[in-house]
T-cell receptor
Framework: DAKTTQPPSMDCAEGRAANLPCNHS???????VYWYRQIHSQGPQYIIH???NNETNEMASLIITEDRKSSTLILPHATLRDTAVYYC???????????FGKGTRLSVIA | GAVVSQHPSRVICKSGTSVKIECRSL??????MFWYRQFPKQSLMLMAT?????????EQGVEKDKFLINHASLTLSTLTVTSAHPEDSSFYIC????????????FGPGTRLTVT
């Protein structure tokens, strides 16, 4: 998988936007960026994915830079239940198993 | 959304015994399921890819004779940890693809195995 780099941890105040960055400078033209999160002692949960355009769903927004070398996951109004490890993944084309890096541990603070 | 279940959620077994973990896709058919293992404070590590009706593909360093995987139907894959040892104690997580969106995997809630 294309290498991704994420900060190991971040804090966010409850109710504020959480902006989680991810660098993927070696991404190739047809590779997607996927975001998952894992709440403690649970299985990972799919959040969102994108290729070139910014994406938004009921959970989050994904902003991808024009050169596609980095992206930001935005949780617009973070709640305590958003405390989790967030994984940014760029799968190899044609290789379906997801390979998880270390992710970013987001702590939402009341 | 697609739901994946695992059973049991927690299991404690004695060293030397075998433990079977089930992974089920509840509302969709999954031709491919994946098994991961997660040690405390570490990320998920892919163990194997399970394809319905064929032999599983194991990642390097994962013993196929110790971690037996069976994917006999489109909704069920099982992982059997044979002759368990304390170092096999871990959080085991399965996932399944719906086939509708590439890489959009749905994960089970995980099974915490403790070997005493």
């Amino acid at each position: 998988d294309a290498k991704t780099t994420q900060p190991p941890s971040m804090d966010c105040a409850e109710g504020r936007a959480a902006n989680l960055p991810c660098n993927h400078s070696t991404i190739s033209g047809n590779e997607y960026v996927y975001w998952y999160r894992q709440i403690h002692s649970q299985g990972p949960q799919y959040i969102i994915h994108g290729l070139k355009n910014n994406e938004t769903n009921e959970m989050a927004s994904l902003i991808i830079t024009e050169d596609r070398k980095s992206s930001t996951l935005i949780l617009p109004h973070a709640t305590l239940r958003d405390t989790a490890v967030y994984y940014c993944i760029v799968p190899n084309s044609g290789n379906t198993p997801l390979v998880f890096g270390k992710g970013t541990r987001l702590s939402v603070i009341a | 959304g697609a739901v994946v279940s695992q059973h049991p959620s927690r299991v404690i077994c004695k060293s030397g015994t075998s433990v079977k973990i089930e992974c089920r896709s509840l509302d969709f058919q999954a031709t491919t399921m994946f098994w991961y293992r997660q040690f405390p404070k570490q990320s998920l590590m892919l163990m194997a890819t399970s394809n319905e009706g064929s032999k599983a593909t194991y990642e390097q360093g994962v013993e196929k004779d110790k971690f037996l995987i069976n994917h006999a139907s489109l909704t069920l894959s099982t992982l059997t940890v044979t002759s368990a040892h304390p170092e096999d104690s871990s959080f085991y997580i399965c996932s399944a693809e719906t086939g509708e969106q590439l890489y959009e995997q749905y994960f089970g809630p995980g099974t915490r195995l403790t070997v005493t």
